[in-house]
T-cell receptor
Framework: RKEVEQDPGPFNVPEGATVAFNCTYS??????FFWYRQDCRKEPKLLMS???SGNEDGRFTAQLNRASQYISLLIRDSKLSDSATYLC????????????FGKGTKLSVKP | GAVVSQHPSWVICKSGTSVKIECRSL??????MFWYRQFPKQSLMLMAT?????????EQGVEKDKFLINHASLTLSTLTVTSAHPEDSSFYIC??????????????FGPGTRLTVT
């Protein structure tokens, strides 16, 4: 089983749509969880951290289910500028834990 | 603004030559630097981790004699791809981790270097 698994997509949605991405991770000792955004031929950029209590940042909502080892990202009222690849990232346990990246889910928002 | 820079941003070289990529943390001291490689439509794969002043730790399957990493100072790490071949063509991204103001100890990514070996 891969350490971090995501549906590669692509997700093609119209502007204004709500879209949800899911991710599962295999290491139950993982400590921290993130969603990154990567534009074509660019470096990944941190979108938001993910907490068990859930967190919201504007149109973006992230959720973590530790029992199921499942992470989600919800984008509401999607914009053209949201088109990108969304990477699910898990950090291993301990202070030196490394970031493990999923392959990413590609989102394309159409007018 | 950017907190980690990479140079060059892209490079084309001939097979058999060596290429050096620099990674700098701009306004903080990076105690740890990471080098990743990303092939098209693939995830970022960690190649190696380096701590300032010590030898890099390479991930399984990454040849340490081919990918030379030097982390000589708290703000600079270099990756040298020796005797590059077309299969080494990829997007190389560095990342630096250290204490940076109120944000605490976080990991920041450089803009990446696109290497094409002909």
């Amino acid at each position: 089983r891969k350490e971090v698994e995501q549906d590669p997509g692509p997700f093609n949605v119209p502007e204004g749509a709500t879209v949800a991405f899911n991710c599962t991770y295999s290491n139950s000792a993982s400590q921290s969880f993130f969603w990154y955004r990567q534009d074509c031929r660019k470096e990944p950029k941190l979108l938001m951290s993910v907490y068990s209590s859930g967190n919201e940042d504007g149109r973006f909502t992230a959720q973590l289910n530790r029992a199921s080892q499942y992470i989600s990202l919800l984008i509401r009222d999607s914009k053209l500028s949201d088109s990108a690849t969304y990477l699910c990232v898990v950090k291993g346990g301990g202070s030196q834990g490394n970031l493990i990246f999923g392959k990413g889910t590609k989102l394309s928002v159409k007018p | 603004g950017a907190v980690v820079s990479q140079h060059p941003s892209w490079v084309i070289c001939k097979s058999g030559t060596s290429v050096k990529i620099e990674c700098r943390s701009l306004d903080f001291q990076a105690t740890t630097m990471f080098w990743y490689r990303q092939f098209p439509k693939q995830s970022l794969m960690l190649m190696a981790t380096s701590n300032e002043g010590s030898k890099a730790t390479y991930e399984q399957g990454v040849e340490k004699d081919k990918f030379l990493i030097n982390h000589a100072s708290l703000t600079l790490s270099t990756l040298t791809v020796t005797s590059a071949h077309p299969e080494d063509s990829s997007f190389y991204i560095c990342s630096a981790r250290g204490w940076r103001g109120p944000s605490g100890r976080e990991q920041y990514f450089g803009p990446g270097t696109r290497l094409t070996v002909t």
